[in-house]
T-cell receptor
Framework: DAKTTQPTSMDCAEGRAANLPCNHS???????VYWYRQIHSQGPQYIIH???NNETNEMASLIITEDRKSSTLILPHATLRDTAVYYC????????????FGKGTLLTVNP | EPEVTQTPSHQVTQMGQEVILRCVPI?????FYWYRQILGQKVEFLVS????????KSEIFDDQFSVERPDGSNFTLKIRSTKLEDSAMYFC?????????????FGSGTRLTVV
């Protein structure tokens, strides 16, 4: 699985967009970028994933650079409940795929 | 929205005792997992389970650990003789299938404290 690098922590004002970066320069052509988050020791929660096209769902948008070496998760209007650790994880998603969690980014949304 | 249910939410046990952590995955899911998170550390993979057998396990998942899907709905993790270092949050997760579009659904975890 691709090694990913994320900032340790970030702050964001409530109601503003939160942009969380992730570097994955060793990602291979068949590996997806997955984003999960963990709110205060709860179980991790799936957010979004992508291969090379930008993706959007009801939770977030994912922007992947053309060379696929980095991506940005965007929470368009952050709320206090979005305070969590966000994990960027690479993997092929196949039948034996397991998630390998790093330390992630602690996003703190401030009032 | 369908959920993965884990019981108990908290378990305190004495060192050397056996514990069984229980999980009810989402009913039409086919792949099942256990992860653990020691306080302040990363979430770590323990084991994956498919078609009534273990498909992969980590170095952590030694002979003290076992998993079972006894009745087609429950998925259990047994620790035969607990050690202090087994104290952690244990998360069960499931996936519908092997397509990349299927994200994991995690339960809310069992906090295991070994004293």
């Amino acid at each position: 699985d691709a090694k990913t690098t994320q900032p340790t922590s970030m702050d964001c004002a409530e109601g503003r967009a939160a942009n969380l970066p992730c570097n994955h320069s060793t990602i291979s052509g068949n590996e997806y970028v997955y984003w999960y988050r963990q709110i205060h020791s709860q179980g991790p929660q799936y957010i979004i994933h992508g291969l090379k096209n930008n993706e959007t769902n009801e939770m977030a948008s994912l922007i992947i650079t053309e060379d696929r070496k980095s991506s940005t998760l965007i929470l368009p209007h952050a709320t206090l409940r979005d305070t969590a650790v966000y994990y960027c994880i690479g993997g092929d998603g196949g039948s034996n795929y397991k998630l390998t969690f790093g330390k992630g980014t602690l996003l703190t949304v401030n009032p | 929205e369908p959920e993965v249910t884990q019981t108990p939410s908290h378990q305190v046990t004495q060192m050397g005792q056996e514990v069984i952590l229980r999980c009810v995955p989402i009913s039409n899911h086919l792949y099942f997992y256990w992860y653990r998170q020691i306080l302040g550390q990363k979430v770590e993979f323990l084991v994956s389970f498919y078609n009534n057998e273990i498909s992969e396990k980590s170095e952590i998942f030694d002979d003290q650990f076992s998993v079972e899907r006894p009745d087609g709905s429950n998925f259990t993790l047994k620790i035969r003789s607990t050690k202090l270092e087994d104290s952690a949050m244990y998360f069960c997760a499931s996936r519908p299938g092997q397509r990349v579009n299927y994200g994991y659904t995690f339960g809310s975890g069992t906090r295991l404290t070994v004293v």
